[in-house]
């Protein structure tokens, strides 16, 4: 079992920066991969970014890439997903995700994720 709670949501002005982490208890951090996703309004739930349990290998929504990092702390039990530079269409609810399958390279499909976070807002104002 795999517990994850997601922080750091709010609302910035477009152009501006947030930082979201994800705390995790259970099953040992490191023996998963994390990924982030995002939901908006009326729109189905959809990738993000992914790390592998070490960090060592990231993938990237081609709407992301170069604007958004993630990253992870084993030794805190914690995922982060830095976003910068955001736009009004990066508002949504952003949900942390594990894939206990230890896959390489990390997955991006929804459904090869099987724990999921409660989400938090993001809101991009123009």
């Known amino acids: 079992q795999v517990q994850l709670v997601e922080s750091g949501g709010g609302l910035v002005q477009a152009g501006g920066s947030l930082r979201l982490s994800c705390a995790a208890s259970g099953q040992a951090f490191s023996n998963y991969v994390v990924g982030w996703f995002r939901q908006a309004p009326g729109k189905e739930r959809e990738f993000v970014a992914s790390?592998?349990?070490?960090?060592?290998?990231?993938r990237y929504a081609d709407s992301v890439k170069g604007r958004f990092t993630i990253s992870r702390d084993n030794a805190k039990n914690t995922g982060y997903l830095q976003m910068s530079s955001l736009k009004p269409e990066d508002t949504a609810v952003y949900y942390c995700?594990?894939?206990?399958?230890?896959?390489?390279?990390?997955?991006?499909?929804?459904?090869?994720?099987?724990?999921w976070g409660q989400g938090t807002q993001v809101t991009v104002s123009s």
């Open positions: 995700a594990a894939d206990t399958s230890t896959s390489y390279p990390p997955r991006t499909r929804r459904d090869d994720y099987n724990y």
């Open positions: 790390i592998t349990w070490n960090g060592g290998r990231t």
